[in-house]
Nanobody
Framework: QVQLVESGGGLVQPGGSLRLSCAAS????????MGWYRQAPGKQRELVAR???????NYADSVKGRFTISRDNAKNTVYLQMNSLKPEDTAVYYC?????????????????WGQGTLVTVSS
């Protein structure tokens, strides 16, 4: 099995910063891309930021200049540095990975989601 474990969410005041981490573990052959999505109450899940194995990134317009995604390929870990946080950034943030894994005993293309971590921006 392959799983993603997120950490780093919490409560922060407007203008503050948080750093999310997501580590992939299990029978992983290779990871193509990892990213972060978020879902606010009553809204659809949306892409926040994504990074490929080669380091190419893309961001939602609403977070450009404030959020930075990075990854440590050796640790199968992706990070999301969030600065200048706004109340509208409040959401559950989900880690996502496109990867090749051995499940069970067969190399497969997999799309894996983390369990989500809550980020609340409020004074």
């Amino acid at each position: 099995q392959v799983q993603l474990v997120e950490s780093g969410g919490g409560l922060v005041q407007p203008g503050g910063s948080l750093r999310l981490s997501c580590a992939a573990s299990g029978s992983i052959f290779s990871i193509n891309a990892m990213g972060w999505y978020r879902q606010a109450p009553g809204k659809q899940r949306e892409l926040v930021a994504r990074i490929t194995s080669g380091g190419s990134t893309n961001y939602a317009d609403s977070v450009k200049g404030r959020f930075t995604i990075s990854r440590d390929n050796a640790k199968n870990t992706v990070y999301l540095q969030m600065n200048s946080l706004k109340p509208e950034d409040t959401a559950v943030y989900y880690c996502h990975a496109d990867l090749k894994g051995v499940v069970p005993g067969i190399l497969r293309d997999l799309e894996v989601w983390g369990q989500g971590t809550l980020v609340t921006v409020s004074s």
